[in-house]
């Protein structure tokens, strides 16, 4: 069917248009019927189970909610700590792991070693100060000697000063010991101070009671001179003169 594109030929044909527009709306009808219809009846057969689904979904998400919530409120709550915590742990001094000792490449002892090592006062001192040093030969280095104060030891080179002293020389240059007859000191030659004094070992308290032994001797024998008669030499008395006159004749 044609229709004019004029107005008075629209005006006549309204009538077939209505008709024509009326036809194609109830053919239309028609064929969707049906499309709605199964439309519908799915909609009403699947109602119920999207219904569950979606009654589903919001039960586990209020669940989800209600435990993160408990989760929350039973975790017990993180105090700051005290700034005095923070500075008692800050004034502790990290620890430092102890360095190993190093293996030192030590020479042989020389006969001049060995000979001022013999002299050495080997044993355990009595210092000041309740200290104790204790001094004994290396067993692995010949014509050396072990010297230990309290948990500190150092390997000493026994050596014959020219005033007749001995002196143990730190192999490392740390420390320095001077024997003399009556008494022995540890000093720190890096810095300067001495470590230990008024060391005293058996040898040397023997000389000491020896010493102090003779000292009371000479004075009693002083004491006992100053105390005896004085005996003084007399010149002999003079001839009488009848006899030196005689002796004359």
């Not at 993160?68 to 800050?90: E, T």
């Not at 030192?104 to 100060?129: H, R, S």
């Amino acid at each position: 069917m044609e229709f004019s594109h004029d107005r008075a030929g629209l005006r006549a044909q309204s009538p077939a248009l209505c008709n024509f527009m009326g036809t194609s709306l109830r053919r239309l009808r028609r064929q969707w019927r049906p499309l709605c219809h199964a439309h519908r009846s799915a909609m009403t057969r699947f109602r119920p189970a999207l219904v569950v689904a979606a009654l589903a979904l919001a039960v586990g998400a209020a669940q989800a909610q209600t435990k993160s919530a408990a989760a929350a409120a039973s975790a017990p709550s993180k105090k700051a700590p005290a700034k005095g915590a923070v500075a008692s742990k800050s004034r502790k001094p990290a620890t430092k792991p102890e360095p190993k000792p190093v293996e030192i490449a030590v020479p042989d002892a020389t006969q001049q070693q060995i000979a001022a090592a013999e002299k050495v006062f080997y044993g355990k001192y009595a210092c000041e100060f309740d200290q104790t040093i204790d001094i004994a030969a290396n067993p692995k280095h010949f014509g050396y000697v072990d010297l230990k104060l309290a948990k500190s030891d150092w390997l000493m080179k026994p050596v014959v000063s020219t005033t007749g002293a001995i002196r143990l020389e730190d192999v490392q240059g740390e420390t320095l010991m001077v024997q003399i007859m009556n008494k022995s000191m540890l000093l720190n030659v890096k810095t300067g101070h001495r470590l230990v004094d008024d060391c005293i070992s058996p040898k040397q308290r023997e000389f000491i009671e020896a010493q102090r032994a003779l000292k009371a001797t000479d004075a009693a024998s002083a004491a006992a001179a100053a105390g005896a008669p004085l005996i003084l030499a007399t010149a002999p008395a003079p001839a009488p003169a009848a006899s030196a006159a005689s002796t004359a004749k």
